[in-house]
């Protein structure tokens, strides 16, 4: 049974950190994209950033470049969502997927984790 479990969500100030985390587990992720997505209260889930995981190829939102970093670790199989700078509109549940191929739909990527919270104070 695949499961992508999310942690480090929670409360931070504007300006500050936080690093999101994303254990994989019930199969072989090696050819498949994953990555992060995130919705805000009435709102569409938006794609916030992928990872290859065998070549390590990364994309982002426009709105988090330079600010978000994703990562993996393979002996781990988790991955990772560095968020610095954040701002309060970065505030949304967060969730962790995975896909074959990726791309910016959520109906692109095949699972999902049950999504963490992030707010960002002002």
């Known amino acids: 049974q695949v499961q992508l479990v999310e942690s480090g969500g929670g409360l931070v100030q504007a300006g500050g950190y936080l690093r999101l985390s994303c254990a994989a587990s019930g199969r072989t992720f090696s050819s498949y994209i994953m990555g992060w997505f995130r919705q805000a209260p009435g709102k569409e889930r938006e794609f916030v950033a992928t990872?290859?995981?065998?070549?390590?190829?990364?994309y982002y939102t426009d709105s988090v470049k330079g600010r978000f970093t994703v990562s993996r670790d393979n002996a781990k199989n988790t991955v990772y969502l560095q968020m610095n700078s954040v701002r309060p509109e970065d505030t949304a549940v967060y969730y962790c997927v995975a896909g074959r191929y990726g791309g910016l739909f959520p109906r692109l990527y095949d699972y999902w984790g049950q999504g963490t919270q992030v707010t960002v104070s002002s």
């Open positions: 990872i290859n995981w065998s070549r390590g190829t990364t």
